[in-house]
């Protein structure tokens, strides 16, 4: 019979299950966002490249993408926001529970093409999450690159994640860390003000930087631009895009911007090639 | 040409030949004042004697002065109901004490002949396989649905109203993708079929049926018909370079023009043949111990469709209709390397308030010629 397009998969079945993972810790960021270590109950897990996600599948109630912060040899970790029911859901596991995983999906950070270049990480809010991976990448090949900075912002004190981590990363001395705030808090002597403001303050050479952004689109949209008139090329600028998602395999269309599929031509994608498209409103 | 032709009185024998090997017969029937695909058990269920009236926002079927089987073009369903159908499980979910596992839904065998595919259609259900069979991923579902189908093909012998197939380089004529192509002659007290086989499967029922071998003539009335549906397409749709014309005409004003009729109803996307898109539902059973998860047919028209951080990325129906218009025409030519739109006309037809895509890009065309 005459199917034209021949069918070729071995992974078929397996990128359409999820896989059961098993919550092994559980720890809160914020308020609203969770930081889950998990394993898979059997089997080699996933592995993954820094940048990619997984769909989380909560019994019952849904399926939502969510960026891998870390994990390895195939267990994962996940930093979670509570802004709905499957995400609350998630933030309401304790340790023992499980939950379904299939992934990884997407495209990742360049951070092995970046070999012998200035890293520029620019992170808001849990945009932190995704590039948490690079971050520790950088420091566990120190050698391999030039300047590294990190730069985040988020809107309060109390919504930086990883905040031992991120003192532990500033006191390697390895990378530069630097951390500001929209609205200081009683305590807070660092800095206030856009995720921008520090970036005359980092040392990068133009000519031979990566950049590497996440955070609100507008936040994105004005890094990049600032990098822009510091001469950084817009295809060395990468930034991870958001869309609505419910299947990650370019199947259901809800992901799409212009003619990428978020989850398989994104997240993280070349700021040149969304430029043009994020000038629009609504695309 | 080793075609075959069958009078009126021994068409029947194709269908009873399928019948004999397993098919279940799906094909065109009046219902509710359409036509419809549905279950077939003999010719007489198909829409004989009538033929239908299209055009922007309008369908009525007529009778026809003569007892054709196939003198109407295409209704609102496509055969995309049966390969991705509106509602399908993703999987199902197991739960015993902490315990989770995941299984695929259990699939039977159903081997299905789909009797009176257009050329438009065809060219649909390549555009489906390349999507859910052929971009890097397969879908289970759809792999499925797809395997066991015998497609028996007809060839236009009327144009509808709202038809562009010439435009679009997807018919009248089939030309590749089914087992058995038909044409219905009609003539001056001649009441016939021109059957050809396209696959090896076609052949062999081919060499079972009743006919006499087919010869030039029958050969050059099958290339009349068609020539004479070509010379009549209901609309026309300019192609050229409309990828970068509607790249271009993103900011276009014309778009609030259609966003001031467009009701954001979904009607286009669920009677396009080629659209794809689909939303989940996860539903528990009472008890706790099993879940399912399934998808059901979605619309870019939605407003929850992008919903991202509370507020929909694209709120506004010039938006949504900006997005299904560019990625029927534009981005499926950069995501599947050919046009979404096959040239069949149901959006036109069926859309509540006759928004015309060929009209609109021709707006978008001109707006785009005079921005430069
Ligand atoms: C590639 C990718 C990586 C992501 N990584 C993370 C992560 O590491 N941590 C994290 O907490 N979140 C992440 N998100 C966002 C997360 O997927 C959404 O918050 C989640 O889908 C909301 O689902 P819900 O059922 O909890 O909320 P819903 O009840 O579905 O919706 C709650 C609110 O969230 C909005 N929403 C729906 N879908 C999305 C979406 N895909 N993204 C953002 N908002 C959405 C809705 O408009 C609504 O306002 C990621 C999203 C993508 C696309
Ligand atoms: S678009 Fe062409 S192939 Fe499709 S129904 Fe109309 S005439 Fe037939
Ligand atoms: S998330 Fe379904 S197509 Fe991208």
């Known amino acids: 019979m005459t199917t034209e ?71 994962l970790m996940h930093t979670v926001r509570a802004v709905g029911a499957v995400t609350r859901a ?68 109390g919504e930086l994640l990883y905040e031992d981590e991120l003192r532990e990363w500033r006191s390697r001395f390895e990378i530069e860390v630097e951390v500001t705030v929209d609205r200081a808090a009683d305590g807070w002597y660092g800095d206030v003000g856009l995720v921008t403001n520090l970036l005359p303050r980092i040392f990068y050479d133009p000519e031979k930087t990566t950049a590497m952004v996440c955070g609100p689109e507008i936040m994105m949209k004005v890094v990049a631009r600032e990098l822009g008139s510091r001469r950084v090329g817009f295809d060395d600028v990468y930034v991870s895009l958001e869309r609505n998602m419910k299947c990650a395999i370019g199947f259901c269309g809800h992901c799409q911007y212009g003619p990428d599929f978020v989850c398989k031509d994104g997240p993280v994608v070349p700021y040149s090639q969304v430029r043009n498209r994020m000038r629009v409103a609504e695309v | 040409m080793t075609g075959q032709v069958l009078e009126r009185e021994t068409f029947g024998h194709l269908f009873a030949e399928l019948n004999k090997m397993g098919f279940t017969l799906i094909g065109p029937t009046v219902r509710d004042k359409t036509i419809v695909y549905d279950e077939l058990h003999s010719v007489d269920e198909l829409p004989i004697g009538w033929t239908d009236e299209q055009d922007g926002g309008s369908y009525r079927l007529r009778r026809r002065d003569d007892e054709a089987l196939f003198g109407y073009v295409v209704g609102s369903q496509s055969w995309k109901k049966y390969l991705f159908p509106p509602r399908s499980v993703l999987f199902e979910i197991g739960k015993v004490g902490d315990a989770l596992t995941f299984s695929e839904p259990e699939r039977s065998s159903q081997p299905r002949a789909f009797i009176g595919v257009r050329a438009c259609e065809l060219a649909a259900i390549k555009i489906q396989d390349q999507v859910f069979l052929g971009s890097g991923h397969v879908d289970r579902t759809y792999q499925h649905n797809r395997e066991e189908i015998f497609t028996v093909a007809v060839n236009c012998a009327v144009a509808g109203g709202t038809c562009f197939c010439v435009s679009m380089e997807t018919g009248p004529e089939c030309n590749a993708g089914y087992d058995l192509v038909v044409t219905e002659v009609i003539d001056e007290g001649i009441h016939e079929f021109v059957i050809e086989a396209g696959s090896d499967a076609g052949q062999k029922v081919l060499a079972a049926l009743p006919g006499r071998p087919a010869v030039d003539e029958d050969q050059a009335h099958v290339a009349a018909i068609v020539a004479d549906t070509a010379a009549h397409m209901g609309r026309t749709l300019n192609t050229s370079s409309v990828r970068e014309v509607l790249y271009a005409g993103r900011e276009s004003t014309h778009w609030d023009d259609v966003a001031e009729v467009c009701l954001a109803c979904t009607n286009c996307t669920l009677v396009c043949p080629t659209c794809f898109c689909s939303t989940t539902e996860d539903v528990a059973s009472l008890d706790g111990s099993t879940a399912t998860r399934s998808r059901r047919w979605d619309s870019c028209f939605s407003l929850e469709f992008s919903a991202l951080h509370g507020s929909p990325v694209r709120s506004s129906t010039k938006a949504r209709y900006r997005q299904w218009m560019t990625h029927k025409l534009a981005g499926w030519q950069d995501q599947f390397g050919s046009s979404g739109c096959v040239g069949c006309g149901r959006c036109i037809t069926w859309c509540p308030v006759g928004i015309d895509i060929t009209k609109t890009t021709a707006a978008i065309r001109a707006d785009s010629e005079v921005l430069g």
């Open chain 1, 5 to 75: 397009a021949t069918p070729i998969s071995v992974r078929s079945a397996e990128e359409m299950l999820p896989q059961p993972f098993r919550v092994t810790e559980i720890r809160r960021e914020t308020p609203d966002t969770m930081t889950l270590a998990l394993e898979p109950t059997s089997g080699p897990g996933i592995e993954y490249a820094p940048g990619q996600f997984t769909m989380v599948y909560v019994f019952g109630v849904g399926e939502v993408p969510i960026s891998i912060a870390g994990g390895q040899e195939g267990k």
């Open chain 1, 90 to 157: 998630i933030c309401a596991l304790g340790p023992g529970d499980i939950v379904g995983i299939r992934g990884p999906y997407g495209t990742s950070w360049p951070i092995t093409e970046a070999d012998g270049r200035d890293l520029v990480i620019a992170a808001g809010g849990i945009g932190l999450a995704p590039l948490r991976s690079t971050v520790q990448y950088a420091l566990n090949h120190r050698d391999r690159f030039g300047y590294v900075s990190l730069i985040y912002g988020t809107r309060s004190p």
